[in-house]
């Protein structure tokens, strides 16, 4: 099977981020409704409207978050009111979800010119363009929130926090080389698409 042009792997894969795409908007959806339904949950626990024994798990079964770039056994005990742990998490998995939404969708777009056999276009280098400016914005959000986090539970000093330490792992310096990658691509790209059109030009 060729790899560009109808019919190709290029089409198969565009139909799969098609697919994708579709699925990432509906956890969008999924993903604001449950925050709104949590901050709503919440504000009618703090005015009493709702009996604050909901906000239990029950039979010993609490909740145990884990957040990215923290110790996993430092956060235990936690009940659904603690805010200061859920909203930041609930924002984390947004940026997550609004992001790969955004990144499917360019690649998407990319696949559809190389669909019609023509890889080295314009088009092409800002689409990549877009998407390692969207990877640097998810991490540096990323960041920006676990802080938050670390700040709220110093600021509340919750008791069912033992302790917390953040640190960047493996496998978030793995991403910031793959930004670095995608930066090359997109002059790359960028510099085929110039020489096809002087080529166009001089023909």
Do not use: C
Not at 70 to 83: E, H, K, L, Y
Not at 93 to 106: E, K, S, W
């Amino acid at each position: 099977m060729k790899a560009l042009g109808k019919g190709s792997i290029a089409a198969i894969v565009e139909a799969g981020l098609g697919i994708t795409r579709i699925v990432l908007w509906a956890l969008i959806g999924l993903w604001a409704a449950a925050f709104l339904a949590y901050l709503a949950f919440v504000g009618l626990i703090s005015t009493g409207a709702l009996n604050p024994s909901l906000a239990e798990l029950g039979n010993g079964q609490n909740l145990h978050i884990r957040i990215l770039g923290s110790d996993g056994a430092a956060i235990d005990n936690v009940q659904w009111t603690d805010w200061h742990l859920i909203v930041p998490a609930l924002l984390i998995a947004g940026v997550g979800i609004g992001g790969a939404l955004i990144i499917v969708t360019q690649l998407r777009l990319m696949f559809l010119s190389f669909r019609s056999g023509e890889p080295f276009r314009r088009e092409n280098a800002n689409h990549l363009r877009v998407i390692w400016i969207t990877m640097v914005a998810i991490e540096l959000s990323r960041y920006v929130l676990m802080g938050l986090t670390a700040a709220l539970l110093y600021q509340v000093q919750d008791p069912s926090v033992s302790a917390i330490s953040l640190s960047l792992d493996g496998e978030r310096l793995s991403t910031w080389g793959s930004i670095l990658i995608l930066i090359v691509l997109a002059e790359v790209f960028r510099e085929g698409a110039r020489l096809k059109e002087e080529q166009e030009l001089t023909i």
